[in-house]
């Protein structure tokens, strides 16, 4: 019999963190499911293997159990087989550490896997009785999770905003959705059991839906804050004003002060996208100010700009 490594079998490193475990297998079980796969023996081995893969290391206890007899792999093999008398002699690993396995294999691993559809590797350790009961006993068809689905789901920033609820239609089925305000771009909601139905009476998978929010002709999102262009004539932007600035519950008037330029930021506090969770904070809104040049000046109108740079030029003189 040959060892199995699990890692492999999943594509992950034997470091992988646990949520890149889940990751791994999730991608791959969604690849091999017998629903897209109908017929194909290849696909459903492959779809096994995975998910007994996924039985062990998916699961930190067992995983630290299978990782300490993979060490010790080679001297088990070397002890003829039998489970029994290596768990009570012990043998000696790579390196001279010692492991040490009390019990019976179905405790060593909470007989999760008897009588499964997992491999005689599996049985023989985790399934209780190792190859004493494999020939005896009747094998039932193991029961699986269904496979996720993640699909996209495209919002307005004014829905973002607000908060809404949007009906939608999948494998012929209606499914409602409520989307909260402060909503984000990239933001994955999870359906529970609402994705592909499970093997041999297992459960459902779960639909993720991954939001998009739109761009905005007005306003640019940055995190919690919106971001809006502001153009202001050259006489506003040298004298000082008002201007009318569009928000997202409507406008507002902003004094704009004198001598503003081009990329001077004003804030508009609480005017900006409520906080995911908390709705009743508030973002910014930060008017960014583009100064309007004028342009086909009259006769009048460029020689009263002469007469300024005039003065300006006299001014410098008296300062220097």
Do not use: C
């Not at 991608?27 to 017998?34: G, T």
């Not at 001297?75 to 019990?103: C, I, K, P, T, V």
């Amino acid at each position: 019999m040959k060892y199995k490594d699990y890692y492999k079998i999943l594509g992950v490193s034997k470091d992988a963190s646990q949520k890149e475990i889940k990751k791994a297998y999730r991608k791959l079980a969604s690849k091999y499911h017998p629903d897209k796969n109908s017929g194909n023996k290849v696909a459903e081995e492959k779809f096994k293997e995975i998910n007994e893969a996924n039985e062990v290391i998916g699961n930190p206890e067992k995983r630290k159990k299978y990782d300490a007899l993979g060490a010790n792999w080679e001297a088990y093999q070397q002890g003829g087989g039998d489970w029994r008398q290596y768990a009570q002699q012990g043998r000696r690993g790579r390196g001279g550490q010692s492991f040490h396995f009390e019990g019976d294999p179905s405790e060593f691993f909470g007989g999760g896997g008897q009588g499964s559809d997992f491999s005689s590797f599996f049985d023989m350790f985790f399934g209780g009785g190792g190859a004493r009961a494999g020939a005896s006993r009747g094998r039932r068809q193991a029961a699986f999770k269904g496979g996720d689905i993640e699909a996209e789901l495209p919002i307005t920033l004014l829905e973002a905003y607000q908060g809404s609820k949007r009906t939608f239609e999948l494998n012929g089925k209606k499914m409602r959705i409520s989307i909260k305000p402060g909503a984000y771009d990239g933001q994955r909601l999870r359906l529970k059991g609402k994705g592909q139905p499970g093997h041999n009476g297992g459960p459902a998978g779960d639909l993720y839906i991954v939001l998009k929010v739109q761009p905005d002709p007005r306003f640019q999102r940055v995190g919690d804050n919106l971001v809006f262009p502001a153009r202001v004539d050259l006489y506003t932007a040298v004298l000082g004003g008002k201007i009318q600035v569009p928000t997202m519950t409507g406008s507002v008037k902003m004094n704009i002060p004198k001598g503003s330029e081009t990329g001077k930021t004003l804030r508009l506090k609480g005017k900006g996208m409520p906080k995911y969770g908390r709705p009743a904070q508030h973002g910014d809104l930060l008017v960014k100010l583009e100064v309007a040049m004028p342009k086909n000046l009259s006769h009048e109108e460029e020689e009263l700009f002469r007469k300024l740079k005039t003065i300006r030029q006299r001014e410098k003189v008296k300062m220097n």
